[in-house]
């Protein structure tokens, strides 16, 4: 498989944020993104394909170097089946088959389902067809009012598994004569068209913003307000105000509130009601309680003693 990528185009990747040491920060590395899949309708075509048959423990390499005498055209075995996990696409070995089904399901041999027996009429028509997937009450009965007994049987839990790994060990392989002109079209297929993103008689791939990025020197650094206060902190100590709100409705319908702040005390109190510097939510109000005081005493030095008793009640 290794082979397969040597087919691939280069491409820039980017390995660091800035030029550093006058080297730019990217290094050709090969573009995986690139595939060539067949087309589905010469996938049917018998004259170019052939059937096989995977072997217990068969490796993908080693069907090469059965059929082609090459174990570097794997990848011609996959991509003829467009085989992209060969973990889950290819069959398993009959070992490891075994530790799949009992790593997955508690009962190896438990009962997964049931599937139908084939019956067939008197003159050998098929009546029901094998392998029919139906419940384990099911049963069959014919036009004469026969019921077919049994109908169904039980299969396996490593019966069902067994049976979808024999499925993907029926593979298509792609006959030896036409071995050359599959790889030519292939490689021809992965280069890149000409654009402007590759340079002057190279193959490698870069977006001209990546060239720009080549003469960077130093990493951009981006200054910003948020982040200088923590959001709760900042909340907790504004100043307790009192709020006008005047809404104003124009001609055309629509409305415009604006809001007046009128400052009342300059006592900072944190986000959970307590004034900074007590321990508290009591010491709060013993502190409103006072500010009160103090305010009606301060009145009542400038005006009558009636006016001074009044406010300091």
Known sequence: MTHYFGYLPNVKVRVSSFRKNNVEPFVAAKNIFRRVKIRDQIQDDILGFEQYTVGNNERPDQVATEL??????DWIVLL????INIYNDWPMSE???YAYVASRYKDVNGVHHHETYEVKDNNGRTLMKEGKVVNSTFQYTTTDNITVVPSVYPVSNYDHERAINDEKSNIWVLRQEYIDDFVDEFEELLQYAPNAELGDGEDIKMTPNAVEEIFIDK???YTTEYGLAPSLAFAGQQELTNRTI???TLDSGATITQSNNQSTSSTLVNSSGVIAGTTDS?????????SSGSSGSSSSSGSSGSSGSSGGY
């Open 68 to 73: 082609y005498d090459d174990p570097e055209l």
């Open 246 to 248: 005047t809404t104003t």
């Open 80 to 83: 003829c089946n467009n085989i």
């Open 282 to 290: 009591s010491s709060t109000a013993q502190s409103s309680s006072s």
């Open 95 to 97: 070992k490891e088959l």
């Open 219 to 221: 990493k951009l650094i």
